[in-house]
């Protein structure tokens, strides 16, 4: 075992009922117990990362802490030996960045059950380019395949397709052949929707309130990452036989929908999780993601950023004024 290191992390504090968020100097003596240490290079992103620094309890209960739900990284110590000391890694979901410290920081420790080898040929920064947000991309995109989707019974949309998760379900169908219709409310993303693969881009109205319990199909799949009113409206509007792959709920937690889609079209609704699920699951993306599935805009099209700007960036992502892919980079 190596002796304790100090290195640095993001840490967010409570005073008074506010919470900031300042870089601090630790020591790995003041991590949590685990089985492997991680030497991290990268972490990405994430809106529950903003939840977290901005104090919400339904995401990180006590403080001071140090958020990051993704990281990857160098193991520099195995009890298990599974990962092997030298390896690296990538550490997504469970508990990591919500209560245990997270990808904020240059080290963490978990559970050898939360880490996923890197893919032959990848690294720790491409890797995070996709993080939370393109594993649930993927994982979405796989559960329609396996309903059997084809490119050919029509067009599918994306709901939410400005988003981090959104952005890579758009490049990543239109990559395999699908026709797809980006849905946003962001009527200034529409061009880089398009250069992502999108056919066609719509506006939030698309999936505005109607009355009717079912409407005119329009698609044959489709990719939810809002969930509330769009997905109700949405799954009326699938194709008999189609699937809608929910991940999300920015526009809220309840599905006020009727049962007919399901029993008059014969409607697929698919949950999608990216946190609790077996580690072969998520193995098995992060291999497509380093290989066929390789989403080559939204990798150009990230940006790092290093510690001292990770402030700035949570802030965005809180007023709806994030977009892309946004890394944090330890070297920078």
Known sequence: MTSDVEFKAWRVEELDGNYKGTE?????????????????SHSSLNYKDALSASGNKGVSRSFPHTPGIDAAGEVVESATGTPAVGSQVIVTGYDLGMNT??????????????????????????????????????????????????????????????????????ELLAKLG???????????????LKALGATQVLGRDALAEDRKPMLK?????????????????LLKQIKPGGSVSCCG???????????????????????VDSVEIPLADKEAVWEKFAGD??????????????????ERALNAFLKGESSGKIILDHAI
């Open 178 to 192: 699908f026709d797809v219709v980006a849905i946003s409310g962001k009527a200034d993303h529409a061009e880089s």
């Open 293 to 310: 599935w390789k989403c080559e805009k939204t990798e150009a099209s990230a940006k790092r950023i290093g510690r001292a700007d990770l």
């Open 249 to 271: 709920l920015v526009a809220g937690p309840q599905l006020q929908t009727t049962v007919l889609p399901f029993i008059l079209r014969g409607v697929n609704l698919l949950g």
């Open 24 to 40: 601090q100097t630790l020591s790995t003596a003041d991590l949590p117990a685990g089985e492997v240490l991680i030497k991290v």
């Open 101 to 170: 410290a997270g990808g904020f920081g240059e080290y963490i420790r978990v559970p050898a059950a939360w880490c996923v080898p890197m893919p032959s040929g990848w690294g720790a920064q491409a890797a995070m380019i996709y993080g939370t947000a393109g594993l649930t991309a993927g994982l979405c995109v796989q559960k329609l395949l396996t309903m059997g989707a084809r490119p050919e019974q029509g067009r599918v949309a994306v709901s939410g397709a400005s988003g981090a998760v959104g952005s890579v379900a758009v």
């Open 217 to 233: 199909p329009a698609f044959a799949n489709a990719v939810d990452t809002v969930g509330g009113l769009p997905l109700a409206e």
